[in-house]
């Protein structure tokens, strides 16, 4: 008896120490938007495709290089001269100095840096892009599994009020069969629905400690710690009409976003492709110093410096069609950018319509599972009355208490269904951060 009491406080008592800190999902939110391991990587490449949008990299900017070099010759020689006369050395010296700068700038190429600088800045918007959905993703599934947390710990409750009346009634019983008021198989079943009981709870502790390690997990926290959540999370927020929120999807929306910014990209790279079949002309310029010594030869020592500068132009007659094929690719890449935009607007507008459907579907089936709710907690609260006074048996309360916890269930479960269709139908409208923040 002792031991079944100790198990039942433990059990009825767990996740209420007075330690825990409270977490609301706006703060979890937050954290995980600083502390992240996922969301800081993303942001790093969105920095990257900034650092690389600038004028040098589309190509509008010359090149300007120095360049020098100094050598120095060692070797032994013998020269015979036409007029009779020789020369010859041993260890003889020489030595090579030279210096230059180089400039090396393209004027001109078909409007090709025109492209590529618009290709750099819809690449670092695109990257801004993917922060930006990544984060609405983290928030989504940080908000569903905070959800998820706070379903399951009124899942726990409701197991917990169906584990105490299962102890009034075992403890009944075997006070019964103490004083051979009772039959054997009436303790035995109540025994067996205890022991059930009891270990739903625990199971249901075990799903609780996951969902808690996996939200840890996400907010970079100690994955050993727990914390209190506000059940005010799971309650609706509601949801506009299908038509605002493809409106809003529309303007927010970060995949139509990026199949545009796709579209976009595609139109750039035909630009660039085309500019090939235009002419490159580059200007050029340097200036050189130079200087030489020689211990044999005919002549001593030589030094000269001066500038050189011109026009380069390149134009290709003929390269075995590669560049129109590339051409063509490129103007195929754009229209398959452009279906892919269309698809991806379709298949959001009919997310929308299917979920916002459901979501009043759910609505009308919530209505009816609160009167249900209503009906089996009366019931409930009768059986264990009759139950009492013997005028019904064990077997008849426990078949109430399952009709009370599935009626139970099935409207929390309901409740969760709907939270989760505002939570996708705000990130696919693209206010969720906003909308979970200022919640």
């Known amino acids: 008896m ?7 406080t433990i ?6 120490a007075p330690a825990q800190e409270k977490y609301e999902l706006q703060q979890i939110i937050r954290k995980a938007l600083e502390e992240n391991y996922q969301i800081q990587i993303v942001t790093k490449h969105q920095q990257m495709a900034q650092n690389v949008n600038n004028l040098g990299h ?8 120095i360049v020098g070099q100094s050598s120095r010759n060692i070797q032994t020689s013998e020269q015979n001269l036409f007029t009779g006369q020789s020369r010859s050395g041993t260890n003889v010296q020489s030595s090579n100095s030279n210096a230059m700068i180089a400039v090396d700038w393209v004027v001109f190429d078909g409007f090709g840096m025109f492209a590529r600088r618009d290709k750099l800045n819809l690449l670092a918007i695109m990257s801004e892009t993917d922060t ?9 599934d940080l908000s569903k599994l905070y959800c998820n947390l706070i379903k399951e710990e009124l899942l726990l409750g409701y197991f917990r009020q169906l584990l105490e009346v299962s102890s009034f009634r075992y403890n009944l019983e075997k006070n019964k069969i103490e004083i051979g008021a009772s039959q054997k198989l009436y303790y035995h079943q109540a025994l067996t629905d205890f022991n059930a009981d009891s270990a739903s709870v625990l199971q249901q502790i075990m799903y609780i400690d996951e969902l808690q390690i996996q939200i840890n997990r996400l907010i970079n926290r100690d994955v050993r710690l727990s914390f209190l959540t506000n059940h005010r999370a799971l309650e609706l927020q509601g949801i506009d009409d299908a038509q605002i929120l493809i409106e809003k999807a529309a303007k927010n929306n970060r995949d139509l976003q990026r199949a545009q910014l796709e579209r ?40 000269s410096h001066g500038s050189q500068f011109g026009v380069n132009v390149r134009f290709n007659l003929f390269d075995g069609g590669k560049k129109s094929s590339s051409v063509k690719n490129t103007f195929l890449e754009q229209q398959a950018a452009l279906l892919n935009e269309k698809d991806i607007n379709a298949i959001l507008e009919a997310d929308i319509i299917k979920l916002t459907k459901r979501y009043h579907a759910y609505q009308n089936q919530k209505k009816l599972l609160k009167r249900s709710v209503e009906a089996a907690q009366a019931s409930l609260l ?11 048996d064990g077997y008849e309360l426990r078949l109430t208490q399952v009709t009370a916890l599935n009626a139970n269930m099935k409207l929390l479960q309901i409740q969760y269904a709907m939270r989760l269709i ?15 923040l200022n919640a």
Request: cysteine-free; hydrophobic content about 45%.
């Open 382 to 392: 009768i059986a264990q009355q009759q139950f009492q006074v013997g005028t019904i």
């Open 58 to 65: 589309a190509g509008f900017l010359p090149t300007v290089d």
């Open 11 to 16: 059990l009825l008592l767990h996740f209420y």
């Open 2 to 8: 002792y031991k079944l009491t100790a198990i039942l």
């Open 422 to 436: 505002e939570i996708d139908l705000f990130r696919i409208s693209g206010i969720l951060l906003e909308q979970t």
């Open 132 to 140: 930006r959905f990544f984060i609405e993703q983290t928030v989504a």
């Open 264 to 303: 976009m990209l595609a139109e750039a790279d035909y630009r660039i492709e085309k500019a090939g079949r235009w002419p490159q002309v580059n200007v050029f310029g340097n200036y050189s110093l130079s200087r030489q010594t020689s211990e044999l030869g005919i002549i001593e020592s030589a030094q």
